[in-house]
């Protein structure tokens, strides 16, 4: 059976985002890694000893593979958009243009991605890339096992948990977390990103 493995990043100094919020939040990255690997091996051992006799827990672990592989994933997603060190926004590219067809101009995009971001309570706020319909979209979600778009490229993607920012950051001051994420960015990552949906 494939063991799924965390990643290493390597983050320079980040501006506004400080080396023990890092530590804390690869931490729970890797307890995400740990429980999907846990997670496979249980459906697997149950199964091996009584499939039937062990239904109800198989079923159980199998609709909890979702929660814990989906938070490796988001968070492979927006570590590595750190590494390599921030680079200047992608405009005039087809990203830049893509993304001005949507939403009007680039900066009409960082506000409203900033919006989203502020949604109120936990959760995620990602760009990701519709290839049926050529456009990007924008979009909150709670849960990362639920309120995923199917078949959507994802581009950029910010953190909005507090363990994502509450070493640094009050919850009232999240805004200030958005900024830094922002500010950090290797845009570089999301126009590859981009360049490999199409």
């Known amino acids: 059976m494939h063991t799924y493995e965390a990643q290493i990043f390597n983050f320079p100094e980040l501006d506004g985002i400080s080396e023990k919020q890092l530590d804390v939040h690869i931490g729970l990255y890797n307890g995400y890694v740990k429980q999907i690997n846990i997670l ?3 459906v697997a051992d149950l199964t091996k000893e009584n499939a039937e006799k062990y239904a109800f827990a ?3 672990a ?3 593979l979702g929660f814990e592989f ?3 994933r988001m968070h492979e997603f927006y570590f590595s958009q750190w590494v390599g060190g921030k680079t200047d926004e992608p405009r005039g590219t087809a990203l830049d243009t893509a993304i001005a067809t949507k939403y009007g101009s680039w900066e009409e995009f960082v506000t409203h991605f900033k919006q989203v971001a502020m949604s109120r309570g936990s959760g ?5 890339w519709d290839k049926k319909a050529k456009q ?3 979009w909150w979600t709670t849960d990362h096992e639920l309120g995923m778009l199917a078949d959507i490229d994802i581009l950029l993607t910010v953190d909005m948990w507090e363990h994502a920012y509450m070493v640094d950051y009050l919850p009232a001051e999240k805004a200030q977390h958005v900024d830094a994420f ?4 290797n845009w570089d990552v999301a126009t590859e990103r981009f360049d490999s949906a199409q």
Request: glycine fraction near 8%; aromatic fraction near 4%; proline fraction near 4%.
């Open 40 to 42: 496979r091996e249980q």
């Open 58 to 60: 198989i079923e159980s």
């Open 62 to 64: 199998r609709r909890r």
């Open 70 to 72: 989906n938070g490796m």
């Open 124 to 128: 995620w706020t990602t760009l990701g």
């Open 136 to 138: 990007p979209h924008v």
């Open 182 to 185: 922002l500010k950090n960015l």
